[in-house]
């Protein structure tokens, strides 16, 4: 029988207590790939080597405040050519991620950069209508 092959997304290197209890729940070695690494290589470098990803992938959440880049990672887990994605909860909780829940992820994405996309569009029309607001002092009552 073929041992599944089973990779960590994660953002941030993990505690040695952390993986330890995600190698005990999917009963075997776990490998690590971390975005720092991945990015390292430029776009085309990341992309080929999440495509080059099989088997298993979980997105560890080791605490609360590592699900806000939960989109994020599903994004970057929906390029990998694996046949199970799974979140990884702090109370050691293994979730499957759903298609939907990925679709959902990629437009969210999409929405956030296209509003920061305007929102920079309106501040820097803004500041081409009324240049002198970029050097103006600020007024001896506002000093304090």
């Known amino acids: 029988m073929k041992e599944i092959i089973t990779v960590a997304l994660v953002a941030y290197p993990l505690s040695q207590d952390f993986k330890d209890k995600l190698e005990t729940i999917v009963e075997g070695p776990v490998s690590v790939c971390q975005l720092n690494e991945l990015r390292q290589h430029g776009w085309i470098k990341m992309i ?8 298993q992938l979980i997105i560890p959440l080791e605490d609360p405040t590592s699900a806000a880049l939960l989109p994020i990672l599903q ?9 199970q994605r799974m979140v990884f909860t702090s109370d050691a909780k293994l979730e499957r991620i759903k298609g939907l829940s990925t679709f959902t992820s990629i437009c969210g994405f999409i929405k956030a950069c296209v509003g920061n996309y305007f929102a920079y569009s309106r501040a820097r029309l803004a500041v081409n209508r009324k240049p002198c607001l970029l050097y103006t002092s600020p007024s001896p009552r506002d000093r304090g």
């Open 75 to 83: 994004l970057l887990a929906a390029c990998t050519k694996t046949k």
């Open 48 to 55: 080929q080597r999440l495509r080059a990803i099989r088997g």
